[in-house]
């Protein structure tokens, strides 16, 4: 039978914007609903795997040290009560920025873990839920008995994922881990950062680009584990996730360089090993003179891709640069370190006196590939990620409005959603404790006052 077009008047366009129309999230179904989550993490890295799931509608429910609640909360500055309160115990401490982002949706209970009636505690919730992420050192959670081999015989089915540094075996495996260290050890670091005869040295990424990485790849590995659970097997899974390993397996073709050829690939700041023109380049003139932040006076940045001979023939058209155009007209010859040591600098000449946005115009009318290098504020004023709901602000319902990043990809009949950004520590215990270990008000009353919840 011949496919029938659906409506044959609407553009793609038109169909994309009303399918994924950020107006109707709320109205749609959510695709893990059902689902419940214990998320004992820290941090970045296990608390984005865990909100990943959030976002896409399970039931999370994060369980976090009584009253101060995990490391993240005062990791990052800004903690000033004003902002958003930690919790009803300590009025005097708020919640460090750094934990908004990477904890969405979630309901906040509180456990010690060290003690016996805060660990049957976790028992209880487990027996009740479906996914158990954490990460903490390598074998903690075995140590207090909650660990996955405890665990699975309560519950069989549970899918216990642990994200750590180094994996749950093997001689390096119980250092402590971080984001930077992940991509210091996995290999990001030494490729990423300008060029020794710029002055440069090997980079830090500002943003916790192995954290948020790693925990997507949880989350990737949760529901897998679901799959083989609820369509194949019937049983739970444990998963182990290695932070530096997460790392090594972004290194492109850095490894297979190396095996074949003995060549370690090196960084090359903002320009590009493979491919030229294919990098950033800076403009001399700021597009905030005026601005009261010297953040915002300084010179503005682009980056430019024209490395196809085509491409990089109308470039140096457009730069007026027949010198370029002639010298370097094949990609080959283009790409060496000597060829970019001169091409850069002679765009960024032509650039000296024009804003990024004079220098985007120029190579939007030559239909050359750019894009200005924004900051926060000009990602969160554009329309087109407004309009598509990516930064909006959120009506959140403990602490009003915030502007905040929607879930990054969209579903047309169950969309991910934003509810609300974060809560206090244990702000959940009474609905939480009540609904799934049958605790009366007076017994959370009575933990809460021996710093046990
Ligand atoms: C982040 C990290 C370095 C912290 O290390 P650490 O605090 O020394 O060790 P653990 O993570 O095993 O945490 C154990 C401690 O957590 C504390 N803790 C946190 N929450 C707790 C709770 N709800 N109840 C009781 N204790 C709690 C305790 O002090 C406990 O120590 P103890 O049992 O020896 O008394 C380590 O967990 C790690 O390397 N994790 C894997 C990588 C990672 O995720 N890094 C963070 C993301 S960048």
């Known amino acids: 039978m011949a496919t029938q077009p659906t409506t044959q008047a609407q553009s793609f366009e038109e169909y994309c914007r009303a399918t994924f129309d950020p107006k109707k999230e709320f109205g749609k179904p959510e695709v893990l609903k059902g689902y419940r989550v214990l998320s004992c993490t820290q941090y970045i890295l296990g608390p984005s795997c865990a909100s990943y799931l959030a976002e896409l509608g399970a039931e999370v429910i994060k369980i976090e040290a009584p009253r101060r609640g995990e490391a993240m909360r005062h990791t990052t500055p800004f903690n000033e009560p004003f902002l958003y309160p930690l919790s009803k115990w300590v009025p005097e401490r708020g919640t460090g920025l750094g934990f908004l982002g990477a904890n969405p949706n979630e309901h906040f209970v509180s456990i010690d873990f060290h003690r016996p009636e805060g660990q049957a505690l976790v028992k209880k919730l487990a027996a009740k839920s479906d996914v158990f992420v954490e990460n903490y050192r390598p074998g903690t959670f075995d140590r207090w008995g909650i660990g996955y081999r405890q665990l699975k015989e309560i519950n069989p089915r549970l899918v216990y994922c642990w994200l750590g540094g180094f994996g749950g075996w093997g001689p390096g495996r119980v250092r402590a881990s971080y984001d930077i260290l992940g991509q210091s050890q996995g290999g990001n670091f030494g490729m990423t950062g300008k060029q020794e005869f710029l002055g440069g040295s090997p980079s830090k990424h500002t943003i916790w680009l192995a954290d948020y990485w790693g925990g997507m790849m949880g ?25 530096v390993h997460g790392v090594t397996r972004q290194l492109e073709y850095a490894l297979p360089l190396y095996g074949r050829h003995g060549i370690t690939r090196e960084r090359w700041g903002n320009w590009d090993t493979q491919l030229c023109v294919h990098g950033i380049i800076k403009c001399g003139k700021s597009s905030y003179p005026n601005s009261e932040n010297p953040q915002e006076m300084e010179e503005g940045y682009i980056l430019i891709s024209a490395y196809e001979d085509k491409d990089f023939a109308r470039l140096c058209k457009a730069i007026g640069d027949s010198t370029l155009a002639s010298k370097y007209a094949k990609a080959d010859i283009r790409v060496k370190a000597e060829s970019q040591m001169e091409t850069y600098p002679a765009l960024e000449k032509w650039a000296a006196d024009k804003t990024k946005e004079q220098v985007a115009a120029i190579m939007d009318a030559n239909n050359i590939i750019n894009q200005p290098v924004w900051n926060a504020k000009e990602v969160a004023n554009h329309p087109h990620w407004n309009e598509r709901g990516a930064v909006r602000w959120l009506d959140d319902p403990t602490y009003g409005e915030l502007l905040h990043q929607a879930p990054a990809f969209k579903m047309s009949a169950t969309p991910p959603r934003l509810k609300w950004a974060l809560k206090p520590v244990g702000a959940d215990n009474e609905y939480i404790f009540g609904k799934l270990a049958g605790l009366t008000p007076e017994d959370i009353k009575r933990l809460e006052d021996q710093e046990c919840i």
Do not use: I, K, M, P
């Open 219 to 243: 989350a990737t590995q949760v529901l897998a584990a679901l799959y083989w659970r609820d369509h194949v097997s019937g049983e739970g899974t444990f998963t182990e996730y290695s932070q």
